[in-house]
């Protein structure tokens, strides 16, 4: 039951009853609670739940909605997406349910039955991209020169040697980096599975071959005189250092090198950077948790298909009897 002198709040589907004040201090109440709902979850994943939910509404579907509707959907949506995608959709309409206190219909027996079902008929390899192995990356790196090589060199010996995300790497900023006489310390402050900000120092040694990430780093800041801000940054046609570069950006770079070295783009984006350092660690004999304190896995998992992909042909029981 409301209480005495309450109003309602609806902030991204969620309704909610604050006490009534002073109006200053009730618009600084309500200002606070939508900014702090607001930073519970990531713009991009705000961006997904919305996606869902619009693909659902399209369709038909309406909140609240019952099991046998989102069984519906996901049986005629199946014809035209992926078993990982209409996963995906579930989760938004499950979420939209949640924020206004409904059941969430896609937890029901009917709908998850359904989705099995979906698998066992439609179901595909989720797909991978290629990793981008230590002797491709040096083969590309030879490669880089012009206007944008400094940068470039940077970008991709950086992404590898500390096994980033693209949107980790594009996120970094000067403050971040500390050079030193072992190397290069970079505090990265926010990842994927680090949502509350707590942040992860990665360290990157000084390279033993020509392929050094450390010197390219430096060498990278001093030619572009970047000293605050982020740290990899557009260049123009006249080479003047702009903004900083988006996550697509990454993918865009590897691939056109990529292409030049006669390695199929179709195969390569910008994750193919943290796959290659997973599976050229491993085929290397680096041990697992030496490998998942550079990715900051949280789970074992998806670090283990990389290792057991990079290790195929190493102890491999063929090789004794042929």
């Known amino acids: ?13 969620l309704q909610l009853s604050i006490p009534k004040n002073d109006p200053e201090q009730e618009l600084n ?4 609670i939508e900014l702090y709902l607001s930073a519970a979850t990531s713009a991009n994943t705000r961006r ?14 309406c909140l609240p909605s019952s099991p046998e509707v989102v069984a519906a ?3 005629h949506r199946a014809a035209t997406l992926s078993p990982h995608t209409l996963s995906r959709r579930l989760v938004g309409i499950g979420r939209a349910h949640a924020s206004h206190g ?3 219909p896609a937890k029901s027996n009917l709908v998850q ?10 179901g595909v390899p989720q797909r991978r991209v290629a990793p981008l192995m230590k002797q491709d990356l040096i083969k590309i790196i030879s490669l880089v020169g012009g206007t944008k090589g400094p940068r470039d060199r940077a970008l991709l010996l950086v992404g590898f040697a500390g096994a980033f995300r693209r949107s980790e790497l594009v996120g970094l900023n000067v403050e971040d980096f500390t050079f030193s006489s072992e190397g290069l310390l970079i505090q990265l402050r926010r990842c994927k599975t680090d949502q509350v900000g707590e942040g992860r120092s990665i360290a990157i040694p000084f390279g033993r071959t020509g392929t050094c990430a450390v010197i390219a780093m430096r060498a990278w800041l001093l030619h572009s005189n970047v000293e605050t801000g982020a740290a990899f940054r557009s260049i123009g046609k006249s080479g003047r250092v702009g903004g900083g570069l988006s996550a697509q950006s990454v993918g865009a770079i590897l691939k056109a090198y990529a292409s030049r070295a006669g390695i199929s783009p179709e195969l390569i984006a910008g994750h193919s950077l943290r796959a290659g350092f997973v599976t050229s660690a491993a085929q290397a004999g680096a041990a697992v948790n030496q490998i998942q304190q550079q990715t900051g896995h949280k789970s074992l998992a998806m670090l283990a298909r990389y290792i057991r992909d990079g290790r195929l042909f190493q102890d491999n029981a063929c090789a004794l009897l042929l």
């Open 48 to 61: 997904a739940y919305r996606t869902d939910w619009r693909d659902f509404q399209l369709w038909g579907g």
């Open 102 to 104: 409904l059941d969430n």
């Open 73 to 75: 959907y996901i049986a």
């Open 29 to 32: 109440e309500a200002g606070s």
């Open 113 to 122: 039955k359904v989705m099995r079902g979906i698998r066992r008929t439609h």
């Open 1 to 13: 039951m409301r209480g005495y002198g309450e109003r309602d709040l609806t902030i991204d589907n």
